[in-house]
C-alpha cells in the first residue's frame, strides 16, 4: 500500500550543541536529513514527502534535494515552534494518500522493512508505531531519590516512524490543538481521542540523533552496514 510521509525538520538541534540545525551536519560526508531522505526516496510504496522546514533554511534545503537528487519532496513546508505544530503544517496538505507516516529527519537509520511494517498494521488497526524493549532498569525518581523500580516488561522505548490512517491523524492534531495539548509524538495525540495504537517492533539502531555522543553512533552504524553491504 501507498503513503505519504510528513519529515518535521524544522527544529534547531539545541541538545546536540552545534551552531545549526543537527540535521546539517554531516555523517560519513553527508547530511543527517539527506540520509533520512534517502530511505523513503528508494522506497518504492512511498508516494511524496512532505517536509517541514525552517523558513531561513528553504534555499539550502533546495539546493541539497538537487544535488542528491531526492525528487520525491513536493513541497518545503514551514514548520513550527514545536515539533507538533511543525508535523501539522504539513497533515492539511490537499491530496494526502490515505495513510500518512510521521518520521523525525534526525532518525536516518530507518529499515524499510520497519516501515513495511507499520503500513500493513496500521492499514489494518488504524494507527501503528516503532518501538523496541527497554533494556535498562527503570526507575521513578523524585529529585534524586528513587520512588519505585518501573516493571520494564511492560515498557517499550517509541520512536518514529508512526503510521496512521490519514483522517484519524488529522482529527487528532485538531482535538489536541483545541485542547492546546502538546505531545511529544503524534501516537500521544491519537491515544488521547480513545484510539488504540500498535507497537511494532523496531530495531535498537533507528536511533535519535540528539546530543554529540550519537554521533558517532551513527558513524559506527554507518561503517558497519558498508562492511554489512
Ligand atoms: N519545532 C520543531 C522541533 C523539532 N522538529 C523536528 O523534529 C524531529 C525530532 O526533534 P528533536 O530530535 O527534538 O530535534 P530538535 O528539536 O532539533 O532538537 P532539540 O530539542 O535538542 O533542540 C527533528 O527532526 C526536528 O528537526 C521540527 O520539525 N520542528
Ligand atoms: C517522536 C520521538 O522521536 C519518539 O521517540 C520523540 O518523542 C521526539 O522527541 P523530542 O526530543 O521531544 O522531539
Given at each position: ?9 524544522a ?18 560526508g ?17 508516494r ?20 542528491y ?13 514545536e ?12 491530496d ?18 520497519t516501515?513495511?511494517k ?10 501503528a ?32 516512524p ?7 491523524l ?6 489536541a ?13 491519537v ?19 540528539t ?19
Amino acid at each position: 500500500m501507498q503513503y505519504d510521509v510528513i519529515i518535521p525538520a524544522a527544529g534547531s538541534g539545541k541538545r546536540m550543541g552545534a551552531d545549526r540545525n543537527k540535521l546539517l551536519l554531516e555523517l560519513s560526508g553527508k547530511p543527517v536529513l539527506i540520509h533520512t531522505l534517502e530511505v523513503f526516496e528508494k522506497d518504492d510504496a512511498c508516494r511524496r514527502i512532505l517536509l517541514a522546514i525552517k523558513e531561513e533554511e528553504r534555499q539550502e534545503l533546495e539546493s541539497l534535494l538537487h544535488h542528491y537528487a531526492i525528487t520525491k519532496v513536493t513541497k518545503l513546508l514551514t514548520g513550527g515552534s514545536e515539533r507538533q505544530y511543525s508535523v501539522k503544517s504539513c497533515l492539511f496538505e490537499s491530496d494526502l494518500s490515505e495513510l500518512v507516516l510521521v518520521h523525525d529527519g534526525a532518525r536516518p537509520f530507518i529499515h524499510t522493512e520497519t516501515i513495511h511494517k507499520l503500513v500493513q498494521q496500521a492499514r489494518v488497526s488504524g494507527a501503528a508505531v516503532a518501538g523496541v524493549k527497554v533494556k535498562d532498569t527503570l526507575k521513578r525518581v523524585e529529585g534524586s531519590t528513587i520512588v519505585e523500580t518501573v516493571d520494564r516488561e511492560s515498557m517499550v522505548a517509541i520512536q518514529t516512524p508512526q503510521a496512521f490512517q490519514t483522517k484519524l491523524l488529522q482529527k487528532a492534531h485538531e482535538v489536541a490543538a483545541a485542547d492546546h495539548f502538546l505531545g511529544t509524538d503524534e501516537s500521544m495525540l491519537v491515544e488521547r481521542i480513545g484510539t488504540a495504537v500498535s507497537v511494532v517492533e523496531a530495531s535498537y539502531d533507528n536511533i535519535k540523533l540528539t546530543t554529540p555522543e550519537d554521533l558517532l553512533f551513527g558513524e559506527a552504524i554507518l561503517r558497519y552496514r558498508a562492511q554489512e553491504g
